[in-house]
């Protein structure tokens, strides 16, 4: 029995969440951590890696982020 209620709880507060991000979406709001680098810095990026020429460790302090950041963001510049 109790476990029923638990149940119909927790879906009565999925319901509500999802309405409450779909209402957030439409009043322009976007969820998640905010991205670190911009599209034209992504593309400067991929630029300086292809040439070979400025060390991965010095394109990273350059732009103030993890190696493993322009490793994990250089499939959405290609």
Do not use: C, W
Request: net charge positive.
């Amino acid at each position: 029995m109790f476990g029923a209620l638990a149940e119909f709880e927790r879906n009565l507060i999925r319901e509500r969440t999802l309405a409450g991000l779909k209402a957030a979406r439409a009043r322009g709001r976007k969820g998640g951590r905010p991205k670190k680098l911009s599209q034209k810095e992504l593309k400067t990026i991929h630029a300086l890696l292809r040439s070979n020429e400025v060390p991965v460790k010095d394109i990273a302090a350059q732009f103030g982020v993890n190696r493993s950041t322009l490793y994990r963001n250089m499939t959405s510049a290609a």
